[in-house]
Every structure is written in C-alpha cells, then in structure tokens.
C-alpha cells in the first residue's frame, strides 16, 4: 500500500531552536504508528509540525500526493490532517454537539458514529465545554477530530492523567477507529505497554530523531529496547 502520510528531511522547532534536526518517516494508509520517547524528546513538537503550529527550518509534509508544507493549520485539517493535542483545546463555550458540527466535514465519521462510540457524548450533548470532566473531554476531542473525517489522525498522549477505567475505554475507542480503516494514526504515549498492543509500528525518539523504528511485534519480543530508550523494565511489557 502506497504511504498517506510522507515526511522528508523535516527540520523543525521554535524561534531560534532547532528541536526536529532532519525528521524524515513515512506512514502507510491503516497503520497505527506508536510514537514514544522520554520527555522533552520532540513527540509533541512532531505532531505539532504535521499539523503546521512550529517553526519550519526545511522539509516537507506530504499528504497522498499534495503537499501540505506552504498550507495554514486550518487548510491542512481540511485537507484531512486530524488532530487531538496534548490540551485537547476543546471549544469551552460551545455545547458537545457543537464543539463537532463546527469542524465536520463529510465521510463516514458522523456525529451519530460518535456518539454510538462514545454514549457519554450523546448523555452530555447539550453541556458547554466547560462542563466535562477530563476524560470527556478526551472522548470530546476525538469525536471531533472524527468528525473532520480525516486521512491522519494525530494523538498526543491521550489518556494522559485519566482514571483506568477511562483510559481502557479510550484504548477501545481508538482501537475501533483504526480498525474501521481509511485512515493512519499516530499516538504518542508515555506508557509504552499501554500501546504496543494496538500499534503496528513503533518509533521512538530521541533529541528529535528515530532512534528505533520496528513493528511492534517485534519490540515486544524485544524488551531491552524498550529498557534502553525509555527506561521502563522489559520484564513488565506484554
Ligand atoms: N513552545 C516551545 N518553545 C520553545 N521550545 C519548546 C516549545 N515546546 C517545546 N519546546 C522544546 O522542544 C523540545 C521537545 O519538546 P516536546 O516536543 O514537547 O517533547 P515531548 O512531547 O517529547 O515531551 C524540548 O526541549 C522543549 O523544551
Ligand atoms: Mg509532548
């Protein structure tokens, strides 16, 4: 299968600094790519380059074909680049339902997919933004990320500072996501075992460059890298 999503001697980062010296990384249509490393390595400011929000030194983003490097944030989300940030940034003022009408466009994700995926939605449909507790608000940022329809779907930490409970739901839901196909997806996640089960692909970074780049299985079997660039015991991954 022919990639969706191609990024080439990508350099990036903020003002003056440099934080992505050279990113080059390729995903195919379907994939669930991984993206770990400690913290500080440049997980979030990757994402944030895919979306548009950094400093771009050099490179390019490409999205099937069209190039999406001179494009504004707001043009790459049409041009199917969904994004659910580390902030979830959900529309504090707006209702649930409309946090998602305002941003859709059309596809197979509609509002009444959402909401069957996540019933919490649909029970909080008429609450303002402001309203939700922090694992509706995650559940919220996804569905609107959906509702985009896009052809890549971005992750930053997403169950971040969530209650187990939650977190498993959240993990279904986007195993569910991917699983419906048409797109590619990129998670970022502290917690390396939390993902390995969903992801095909792992990379992990370190100082803004691919240090490892395996498929999942194969980092499962592998323990010791993830000793070695995260620091977390190989013996508790599964
Ligand atoms: N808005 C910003 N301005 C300047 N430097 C930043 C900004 N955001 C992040 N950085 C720096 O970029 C590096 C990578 O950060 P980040 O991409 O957030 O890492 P991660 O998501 O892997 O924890 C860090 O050294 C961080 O201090
Ligand atoms: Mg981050």
């Not at 249509?29 to 500080?40: D, F, H, K």
């Not at 993990?171 to 993902?195: D, F, M, P």
Request: proline share 5%; aromatic share 4%; hydrophobic share 45%.
């Amino acid at each position: 299968m022919s990639d969706l999503l191609t990024i080439e001697g990508l350099r990036a980062g903020y003002g003056e600094a440099v934080v992505l010296p050279g990113m080059t990384l390729s995903l195919a249509e379907g994939q669930v790519l991984a993206l770990l490393g400690r913290n500080g390595t440049g997980k979030t400011t990757l994402i944030n380059s895919i979306v548009g929000i950094t400093r771009r030194f050099g490179g390019t983003v490409g999205l099937g074909g069209l190039d999406l490097t001179p494009m504004r944030p707001d043009q790459r989300a049409r041009a199917g680049i969904g994004w659910v940030p580390q902030e979830r940034n959900i529309f504090r003022s707006l209702t649930v339902e409309e946090n998602m009408t305002a941003v859709a466009q059309p596809g197979p994700w509609t509002v009444a997919k959402i909401y069957e995926m996540f019933p919490r939605l649909r029970e909080r449909r008429n609450n303002f933004g402001n309203q939700l507790s922090g694992g509706e608000q995650q559940m919220l940022a996804i569905g609107r990320a959906l509702t985009l329809n896009p052809k890549v779907l971005l992750l930053d930490e997403p169950t971040e500072g969530l209650a187990p409970i939650i977190v498993e739901e959240l993990l279904r839901a986007i195993g569910t996501i991917s699983r419906a196909g048409g797109l590619c997806s990129i998670i970022v996640e502290q917690n390396a075992q939390k993902i390995l089960g969903l992801a095909d692909r792992v990379v992990i970074l370190e100082r803004g460059a691919i240090v490892h780049d395996a498929a999942s299985a194969a980092l499962k079997a592998d323990p010791a890298v993830l000793e070695r660039f995260l620091g977390v015991s190989g013996a508790a991954a599964h």
